[in-house]
């Protein structure tokens, strides 16, 4: 399945292309792909691609700026790094671009929760997820379980790729908003309620940030101790002031590739946030992020018929 | 007093804050809810000042900049504007009062104006009432 990627990395490699290949290898978790490099050719073997990828492979790029390196990369995640390039924090002619199919990102936690006991291995066939452990065997549709993120995406594909790799991906349908109108017609009391339930698990370790590829000040808001932005602690006012800035940061910034969702370890929908954010860009200023690397993010630039049908 | 709201208002310091004070100037009575924070420009306004007022414990957020096209650094509400709509929108989205943070262009000859939006943003908070949601509870 993989043999197309491998052997494109190999040669990549081998011919000293690039110095190195960014992707995923299996991990040492069931339907967990870690993020890999590959620096020598034999190397390539271990590449992988697939809906047990969860983070966006963008985030360890930027890491090596500075090295001529190939970037595995789906949707969502070419659409980052060209978001990086337009914020100068990658160089266009350092990166290779290997575009892969994308049929979703698994949502784990949930496959987990519905098994119930621990799940020691786990493999794709076809359609569906095949787990073993505890409960002895089963299957789950894919399509059932995949992010919520991945559910609206519009983009599955990569954007101008170097390279493509060809095989069956996602149908860049019309994108699914559903549930983000169902809580925007709620009253503010229902819609405090609903989020003040989702949120206040949050225990504010930032995995969520740190595994953000858009998240990458030196100095966040969250460490500033001059002023406090938020306090440590658990009221719900802080939580809820830390998520409403990191949001505000992400306006036009966010790919909704869905990584921090899944990186949450108390299972929080973020996406119910980043997808608010997608829509709200898409209608107020005709805006998707990523879509080419000179574009401006939509907070950078202005437009003087911009709606102001809420101000007094 | 107890029971009276406190508004937060961020005036730029070229249309509005002149506003306020020909209002002042010109003996126009306005609420007294508002406490002023003079800002070089409504673009220097970072929404998270708004969040953290809120968080704070004020009951309400204004801010009142020059009217578009008149800003003294050319673009600057132009920015202000963009920002302005998406944290009322995510504000609005998670459940905290529309009410509580309003946004208004007013110019240095808008005295009277500026009493009388200060009004309407001072009954708006007042309908929505104290803070109760994003304010933290010491």
Same mark, same amino acid.
């Given at each position: 399945m993989f043999e197309k990627l491998r052997e494109t990395a190999r040669e990549l490699l081998s011919k000293g292309e690039v110095e190195c290949v960014l992707g995923f290898a299996e991990g040492t978790l069931p339907m967990f792909y870690t993020p890999y490099l590959a620096r020598k050719p !034999?190397?390539? !073997?271990?590449?992988?691609y697939g809906p047990f990828a969860a983070p966006n492979i963008a985030t360890y790029l930027r890491k090596l *700026? #500075? *090295?001529k390196a190939a970037v595995i990369v789906r949707g969502c995640e070419s659409r980052t790094i060209n978001l990086l390039i337009s914020e100068k924090q990658l160089n266009r002619d350092d990166v290779k671009i290997i575009g892969v199919p994308c049929v979703g990102a698994l949502d784990r936690k949930r496959i987990l929760k519905d $098994? #119930? #006991?621990e799940i020691r291995e786990a493999r794709i066939e076809g359609e569906k997820v095949i787990v073993k452990g505890d409960n002895g065997e089963k299957a789950y549709?894919?399509?059932? $379980?995949?992010?919520?993120?991945?559910r609206s995406c519009l983009y599955p594909e990569a954007i101008d790729p170097d390279i493509k790799i060809e095989g069956p991906s996602r149908d860049g349908e019309k994108a699914d908003?559903? &549930?983000?109108?169902?809580?925007?017609?709620?009253?503010?009391a229902e819609k405090w309620e609903f989020f003040e339930k989702e949120l206040s698990k949050c225990i504010r370790c930032y995995a969520c940030r740190e595994i953000c590829p858009m998240c990458y000040c030196d100095s966040c808001f969250v460490d500033s101790n001059r002023p406090v932005w938020v306090e440590p602690g658990f009221d719900y006012s802080d939580i809820l002031s830390f998520h409403l800035i990191k949001m505000y940061h992400m306006a036009g910034r966010c790919v909704d590739c869905g990584a921090c969702e899944r990186a949450c370890p108390l #299972?929080?929908?973020?996406?119910?946030?980043?997808? *608010?954010?997608?829509? &709200?860009? *898409?209608?107020? $200023?005709?805006?998707v992020s990523g879509l080419s690397p000179e574009e401006k993010p939509a907070l950078g630039v202005f437009s003087p018929d911009d709606r102001e049908d809420f101000i007094l | 007093m107890k029971d009276e709201p406190k508004i937060l208002a961020f005036l730029c310091n070229w249309c509005s804050y002149a506003g306020a004070d020909l209002a002042g100037t010109s003996r126009i009575q306005y609420p007294t809810n508002i406490r002023v924070i003079r800002v070089p420009c409504s673009g220097r306004v970072n929404p998270q000042f708004i969040v953290k007022a809120l968080h704070d414990g004020l009951d309400g957020v204004w801010i009142s900049g020059c009217h578009i096209g008149d800003c003294h650094y050319q673009t600057g509400n132009y920015y202000a504007r963009r920002r302005f709509y998406v944290i009322k929108n995510l504000l609005e989205y998670v459940g905290v009062e529309p009410e509580r943070v309003q946004f208004s262009w007013v110019s240095a000859s808008e005295g009277k104006k500026f009493a009388e939006v200060a009004r309407v943003v001072t009954e708006k908070v007042k309908k929505a009432g104290r803070a109760k949601r994003l304010a933290k509870k010491r």
């Amino acid at each position: 399945m993989f043999e197309k990627l491998r052997e494109t990395a190999r040669e990549l490699l081998s011919k000293g292309e690039v110095e190195c290949v960014l992707g995923f290898a299996e991990g040492t978790l069931p339907m967990f792909y870690t993020p890999y490099l590959a620096r020598k050719p !034999e190397e390539a !073997e271990k590449l992988v691609y697939g809906p047990f990828a969860a983070p966006n492979i963008a985030t360890y790029l930027r890491k090596l *700026k #500075g *090295k001529k390196a190939a970037v595995i990369v789906r949707g969502c995640e070419s659409r980052t790094i060209n978001l990086l390039i337009s914020e100068k924090q990658l160089n266009r002619d350092d990166v290779k671009i290997i575009g892969v199919p994308c049929v979703g990102a698994l949502d784990r936690k949930r496959i987990l929760k519905d $098994y #119930g #006991g621990e799940i020691r291995e786990a493999r794709i066939e076809g359609e569906k997820v095949i787990v073993k452990g505890d409960n002895g065997e089963k299957a789950y549709v894919l399509e059932e $379980y995949i992010s919520p993120s991945c559910r609206s995406c519009l983009y599955p594909e990569a954007i101008d790729p170097d390279i493509k790799i060809e095989g069956p991906s996602r149908d860049g349908e019309k994108a699914d908003f559903s &549930d983000i109108e169902r809580i925007e017609k709620m009253s503010p009391a229902e819609k405090w309620e609903f989020f003040e339930k989702e949120l206040s698990k949050c225990i504010r370790c930032y995995a969520c940030r740190e595994i953000c590829p858009m998240c990458y000040c030196d100095s966040c808001f969250v460490d500033s101790n001059r002023p406090v932005w938020v306090e440590p602690g658990f009221d719900y006012s802080d939580i809820l002031s830390f998520h409403l800035i990191k949001m505000y940061h992400m306006a036009g910034r966010c790919v909704d590739c869905g990584a921090c969702e899944r990186a949450c370890p108390l #299972g929080i929908r973020l996406s119910f946030l980043t997808r *608010k954010l997608t829509k &709200d860009m *898409k209608e107020a $200023y005709n805006f998707v992020s990523g879509l080419s690397p000179e574009e401006k993010p939509a907070l950078g630039v202005f437009s003087p018929d911009d709606r102001e049908d809420f101000i007094l | 007093m107890k029971d009276e709201p406190k508004i937060l208002a961020f005036l730029c310091n070229w249309c509005s804050y002149a506003g306020a004070d020909l209002a002042g100037t010109s003996r126009i009575q306005y609420p007294t809810n508002i406490r002023v924070i003079r800002v070089p420009c409504s673009g220097r306004v970072n929404p998270q000042f708004i969040v953290k007022a809120l968080h704070d414990g004020l009951d309400g957020v204004w801010i009142s900049g020059c009217h578009i096209g008149d800003c003294h650094y050319q673009t600057g509400n132009y920015y202000a504007r963009r920002r302005f709509y998406v944290i009322k929108n995510l504000l609005e989205y998670v459940g905290v009062e529309p009410e509580r943070v309003q946004f208004s262009w007013v110019s240095a000859s808008e005295g009277k104006k500026f009493a009388e939006v200060a009004r309407v943003v001072t009954e708006k908070v007042k309908k929505a009432g104290r803070a109760k949601r994003l304010a933290k509870k010491r």
